[in-house]
């Protein structure tokens, strides 16, 4: 593993690193799926980001455009349900499905732009609320014995490798929701298996260095954070990591600050870690973490 | 049916993780599927860049970085000498103008990896920007200074390091022994190169003191320095207000007995004294305030003995009265856009926050937490409301959105802030505290951070006015 990997004791990097690695166990796991189904019908390149539940290709555009056919397709897994993304109705077994951000009853209060004073009250008659302190992103712990993310990789690698399906992920906790039986229809070869997980631990490795990279660079004034901005820049990568020309602004927050300020983010910290393979890549900053 | 398992549990695993941040989580799946898709376009060969397709996409959330560095160059000398202590002297001025703009910091002098001399600016470039990047500079300040007679100028040039492009060009002139002013103004400019709102270390702020034993009216530097008088006649003044142009500062003046508009003049163009005088004529004028155009002024007066807000052309015309209610009406604060008026009433028993439109319709009540609601100033960016809102007896600076969905403090101190004022770039609030025992008058980022005294040797100092940029 890379030197990128290595500070299990910082907070901030525990936790980023377990977003990437719940990303990329479930990404190899689609992934199988999606080989098995058909491709999708692309969805435009946008820079907001999928609904809760269904799959918009952040990807690449793919050519065809039919929904998974049902007879190949795997029954889709309940919770990435190949639709287009709409504020459908929350699929059942999920009650906290998509709602916006905190639920509250009524009080409208809303999220703080994150530089906002430690304190946030409701709008509601007196007695005067002694806010609490923000929830501060509490040092996010594992409630189960943390996996690491190599164990991860290599469990899940096996069970896509071969038939053994690691003891770890067999017993992830799935009370609530026990994972819907689907009938799978063809799925590639093991050998183009191996391959895919191969890659994608590698590309998994890269995306948590390279995201750590840029967020270590990236420069955030106050008054940029917290307004619900979001761009996307498209820049194309050499095998070594170097961007090659002007990373490229595809999707506008709107605001010409912020867009710039993104760009200046990317070449700040270029050279990014060599990444699997060189191409063109996507990055979309946002101006808060939701 | 193994990879529906793994997803099933991954998405509950996911949930587990991130606990009550569903969303996160999610996104982590998002994410995920960018992945997946990029990977099997690959797989059946319909890859666009190569043969196995584009990166996956990656989410970017802001990290702990909240301020630029900018690496300040030596100017150079051209022409007439202008002495090495004075480069020195203006380079120190600019750094000092960056750091109160607590966004665009001057880097480390320990952090120079490149040469401290700027290049004249004929020259393209003339430094290496990787050198600056690995200093941790953002951006870099080149320049050239030369004497003009009795004054400077700087010819200044802002450079990208990242992008290692040029940001800005520009021309600031001044008297050449106030170098602490050119210097001020050339941070401004590298602020606004940077963020695209110009920095304020170059405004000034206007307040009231007590310090000769009179209320008078005194103007200082952003950043504390230089406090002078604005006014010396041994009469009460009250409520400073910049004309938005910031030619003249109005002002109450209690000179006939009866509260009364004055101007004190920063402009050889304006002439100071009493103004709309025929206006609203024998009623008090407690307070106006300017609207952005500068144009109408809202102001205070007495109707049978209840305070009600007016709104006046600064040139004629008949006052047109907005409040009509048995309550006190007072404290008005326009919006950026001229289109409201926020201001205070009691009309309800306790004083509150309201918003109006400029002609006096559509009042909607905005504060409802907390029992006593004063001081409303509207941001120049227009997304806050800041006030101050009564806590045990004293008070406190709050935030309100103009909808009144989100209301918060901004810093809690167990003595008196109050009297909000925003800085034009709606980064900093100046404000008075009694919390040194006196009041003073302080600055803070309108996140409560880097907290400033600007006053302080003697006499309590109160109503600060934060003035516009000056150009």
Redesign the interface.
């Given at each position: 593993m890379s030197a990128d990997f290595v500070d299990w004791h910082d907070e901030h990097e525990l936790d980023h690193r377990?977003?990437?690695r719940?990303?990329?166990?479930?990404?190899?796991?689609?992934?199988?799926?999606?080989?098995?189904a058909f491709?999708?019908s692309s969805a435009p390149h946008v820079a907001k980001?999928?609904e809760?539940?269904s799959?918009?290709?952040?990807?690449?555009p793919?050519?065809a455009s039919s929904a998974p056919k049902s007879s190949a397709a795997?029954?889709?897994?309940?919770?990435?349900a190949p639709k287009p993304a709409a504020p459908a109705p929350p699929p059942p077994p999920e009650p906290?499905a998509p709602a916006p951000?905190p639920p509250t009853p009524k009080a409208?209060?809303?999220v703080?732009p994150?530089?906002?004073?430690s304190?946030?009250?409701?709008?509601?008659?007196?007695p005067?609320?002694r806010?609490k302190p923000e929830?501060k992103?509490p040092p996010?712990r594992?409630?189960?014995k943390a996996l690491s993310h190599e164990d991860a990789l290599a469990a899940?690698m096996d069970?896509?490798g071969g038939d053994e399906?690691s003891d770890s992920?067999q017993k992830?906790?799935?009370k609530?929701?026990?994972?819907?039986?689907?009938?799978?229809g063809g799925?590639?070869g093991e050998g183009?298996r191996r391959e895919?997980a191969k890659?994608?631990s590698d590309?998994a490795r890269?995306?948590v260095a390279?995201?750590r990279r840029?967020?270590?660079?990236?420069?955030?004034?106050?008054?940029?954070?917290g307004r619900g901005l979001a761009t996307s820049l498209e820049l194309r990568?050499s095998a070594s990591g170097a961007v090659v020309g002007?990373p490229k602004v595809v999707g506008s927050s709107g605001d010409?600050?912020f867009d710039?300020n993104?760009?200046?983010?990317v070449?700040?910290a270029?050279p990014l870690p060599p990444?699997?393979?060189?191409?063109?890549?996507?990055?979309?900053?946002?101006?808060?973490?939701? | 049916m193994r990879q529906t398992n793994v997803v099933g549990e991954m998405q509950n695993r996911a949930r587990n993780l991130r606990g009550n941040s569903w969303f996160t989580g999610l996104r982590g799946v998002s994410l995920a599927m960018g992945l997946s898709v990029g990977v099997s376009g690959a797989a059946f060969g319909q890859s666009l860049e190569n043969e196995q397709g584009p990166l996956p996409t990656l989410e970017i959330t802001p990290g702990a970085a909240r301020a630029f560095r900018t690496a300040v160059l030596r100017f150079k000398e051209v022409g007439a000498p202008v002495g090495a202590e004075r480069i020195a002297k203006l380079r120190e001025e600019i750094e000092k103008g960056l750091a109160f703009s607590s966004v665009v910091l001057p880097l480390r002098r320990e952090a120079y990896l490149g040469p401290e001399d700027s290049a004249g600016l004929e020259e393209a470039g003339g430094f290496d920007c990787d050198t600056w990047k690995q200093s941790g500079a953002d951006a870099l300040l080149q320049g050239e200074v030369r004497r003009d007679g009795s004054r400077l100028r700087a010819d200044l040039r802002v450079w990208d390091v990242a992008r290692c492009k040029e940001l800005k060009v520009g021309s600031v002139a001044g008297d050449r022994d106030r170098l602490d002013q050119l210097g001020r103004i050339v941070a401004d400019e590298t602020v606004e190169s940077l963020t695209g709102t110009r920095g304020v270390s170059s405004t000034e702020i206007a307040f009231i003191s007590d310090r000769t034993g009179q209320r008078e009216l005194y103007v200082m530097s952003a950043d504390g320095r230089d406090a002078r008088p604005a006014t010396r006649s041994n009469t009460i003044k009250m409520f400073p207000e910049w004309v938005p142009d910031g030619r003249a500062i109005l002002y109450v003046s209690y000179a006939s007995g009866q509260p009364d508009f004055h101007l004190t003049s920063r402009s050889d163009s304006v002439k100071p004294g009493p103004i709309l005088r025929n206006m609203l004529s024998g009623r008090p004028k407690y307070r106006g305030r300017f609207d952005p155009t500068g144009e109408k002024v809202a102001v205070v007066s007495s109707v049978d003995g209840a305070a009600e807000i007016f709104s006046m052309n600064r040139r004629g015309g008949q006052p047109k009265r907005l409040t009509n209610d048995a309550g006190i009406d007072v404290s008005p604060s326009w919006s950026p856009d001229g289109k409201e008026i926020t201001f205070v009433s009691d009309r309800t028993g306790s004083p509150q926050i309201y918003i109006m439109d400029r002609d006096g319709g559509n009042l909607r009540r905005l504060t409802y937490t907390g029992s006593y609601n004063t001081s409303p100033a509207w941001s120049p960016d227009g997304r806050w409301i800041a006030y101050e809102t009564r806590v045990r007896g004293q008070f406190d600076i709050w935030l309100i959105d103009p909808t009144g969905e989100v209301t918060f403090p901004i810093v809690e101190h167990p003595r008196t802030d109050e009297a909000p004022s925003w800085s034009p770039d709606s980064r900093k609030i100046a404000f008075s505290s009694a919390r040194r025992g006196r009041d003073d008058i302080y600055v803070m980022d309108w996140n409560g951070e880097n907290l400033m005294r600007l006053t302080g040797r003697s006499g309590k100092n109160i109503q600060p006015a934060w003035g516009p940029q000056s150009r």
């Amino acid at each position: 593993m890379s030197a990128d990997f290595v500070d299990w004791h910082d907070e901030h990097e525990l936790d980023h690193r377990r977003r990437l690695r719940n990303a990329m166990l479930v990404s190899l796991a689609i992934h199988g799926v999606l080989m098995g189904a058909f491709a999708f019908s692309s969805a435009p390149h946008v820079a907001k980001m999928p609904e809760v539940i269904s799959v918009e290709l952040i990807g690449p555009p793919l050519a065809a455009s039919s929904a998974p056919k049902s007879s190949a397709a795997p029954k889709s897994p309940r919770a990435a349900a190949p639709k287009p993304a709409a504020p459908a109705p929350p699929p059942p077994p999920e009650p906290e499905a998509p709602a916006p951000p905190p639920p509250t009853p009524k009080a409208p209060v809303q999220v703080l732009p994150e530089e906002a004073p430690s304190k946030i009250a409701k709008v509601e008659p007196k007695p005067k609320p002694r806010p609490k302190p923000e929830p501060k992103p509490p040092p996010r712990r594992t409630p189960e014995k943390a996996l690491s993310h190599e164990d991860a990789l290599a469990a899940l690698m096996d069970e896509l490798g071969g038939d053994e399906v690691s003891d770890s992920l067999q017993k992830a906790p799935s009370k609530e929701e026990p994972a819907e039986p689907a009938t799978s229809g063809g799925t590639p070869g093991e050998g183009d298996r191996r391959e895919g997980a191969k890659m994608d631990s590698d590309m998994a490795r890269w995306m948590v260095a390279t995201h750590r990279r840029i967020q270590d660079k990236w420069v955030t004034p106050p008054h940029l954070r917290g307004r619900g901005l979001a761009t996307s820049l498209e820049l194309r990568l050499s095998a070594s990591g170097a961007v090659v020309g002007e990373p490229k602004v595809v999707g506008s927050s709107g605001d010409p600050n912020f867009d710039d300020n993104a760009v200046r983010g990317v070449l700040k910290a270029a050279p990014l870690p060599p990444p699997p393979r060189g191409g063109s890549v996507t990055f979309i900053f946002r101006s808060e973490a939701e | 049916m193994r990879q529906t398992n793994v997803v099933g549990e991954m998405q509950n695993r996911a949930r587990n993780l991130r606990g009550n941040s569903w969303f996160t989580g999610l996104r982590g799946v998002s994410l995920a599927m960018g992945l997946s898709v990029g990977v099997s376009g690959a797989a059946f060969g319909q890859s666009l860049e190569n043969e196995q397709g584009p990166l996956p996409t990656l989410e970017i959330t802001p990290g702990a970085a909240r301020a630029f560095r900018t690496a300040v160059l030596r100017f150079k000398e051209v022409g007439a000498p202008v002495g090495a202590e004075r480069i020195a002297k203006l380079r120190e001025e600019i750094e000092k103008g960056l750091a109160f703009s607590s966004v665009v910091l001057p880097l480390r002098r320990e952090a120079y990896l490149g040469p401290e001399d700027s290049a004249g600016l004929e020259e393209a470039g003339g430094f290496d920007c990787d050198t600056w990047k690995q200093s941790g500079a953002d951006a870099l300040l080149q320049g050239e200074v030369r004497r003009d007679g009795s004054r400077l100028r700087a010819d200044l040039r802002v450079w990208d390091v990242a992008r290692c492009k040029e940001l800005k060009v520009g021309s600031v002139a001044g008297d050449r022994d106030r170098l602490d002013q050119l210097g001020r103004i050339v941070a401004d400019e590298t602020v606004e190169s940077l963020t695209g709102t110009r920095g304020v270390s170059s405004t000034e702020i206007a307040f009231i003191s007590d310090r000769t034993g009179q209320r008078e009216l005194y103007v200082m530097s952003a950043d504390g320095r230089d406090a002078r008088p604005a006014t010396r006649s041994n009469t009460i003044k009250m409520f400073p207000e910049w004309v938005p142009d910031g030619r003249a500062i109005l002002y109450v003046s209690y000179a006939s007995g009866q509260p009364d508009f004055h101007l004190t003049s920063r402009s050889d163009s304006v002439k100071p004294g009493p103004i709309l005088r025929n206006m609203l004529s024998g009623r008090p004028k407690y307070r106006g305030r300017f609207d952005p155009t500068g144009e109408k002024v809202a102001v205070v007066s007495s109707v049978d003995g209840a305070a009600e807000i007016f709104s006046m052309n600064r040139r004629g015309g008949q006052p047109k009265r907005l409040t009509n209610d048995a309550g006190i009406d007072v404290s008005p604060s326009w919006s950026p856009d001229g289109k409201e008026i926020t201001f205070v009433s009691d009309r309800t028993g306790s004083p509150q926050i309201y918003i109006m439109d400029r002609d006096g319709g559509n009042l909607r009540r905005l504060t409802y937490t907390g029992s006593y609601n004063t001081s409303p100033a509207w941001s120049p960016d227009g997304r806050w409301i800041a006030y101050e809102t009564r806590v045990r007896g004293q008070f406190d600076i709050w935030l309100i959105d103009p909808t009144g969905e989100v209301t918060f403090p901004i810093v809690e101190h167990p003595r008196t802030d109050e009297a909000p004022s925003w800085s034009p770039d709606s980064r900093k609030i100046a404000f008075s505290s009694a919390r040194r025992g006196r009041d003073d008058i302080y600055v803070m980022d309108w996140n409560g951070e880097n907290l400033m005294r600007l006053t302080g040797r003697s006499g309590k100092n109160i109503q600060p006015a934060w003035g516009p940029q000056s150009r």
